[in-house]
């Protein structure tokens, strides 16, 4: 599930370093195998750009993944993974034929 900023802010510290322990959004994996806050070990070497991009969040810098630090730097996290979104797996859209076939059976998927 993609969450807005404003969904991660509620969440509170706790629920955020959650997310960042599971790899999901904004947290969740590029293509390279790294996220936002470049926690793998390893360096990205397929993506210097991005790599160089992250380093430039204090979290990664001091490489003090807490969850108040996490919470702290959020809004530079979440800016980074939307600027380089196309370097991670994008959803499937439905297809029309599903919508038309949820919406003509009263249900949701």
Not at 35 to 63: D, F
Not at 79 to 84: G, N, Q, S, W
Request: aromatic share 10%.
């Amino acid at each position: 599930m993609r969450y807005t900023l404003e969904q991660l802010k509620g969440m509170g510290p706790e629920k955020v370093d959650d997310l960042w322990s599971r790899q999901e959004f904004p947290f969740d994996l590029a293509e390279c195998g790294k996220c936002a806050t470049m926690h793998q070990h390893g360096r990205c070497w397929k993506h210097p750009e991005y790599e160089a991009s992250a380093h430039t969040i204090p979290l990664v810098n001091q490489r003090a993944n807490s969850a108040e630090a996490i919470f702290t730097n959020l809004e530079a996290i979440y800016a980074l993974r939307l600027f380089y979104d196309s370097l991670y797996p994008q959803p499937v859209a439905e297809s029309r034929t599903e919508a038309a076939e949820t919406v003509a059976v009263g249900g949701a998927k």
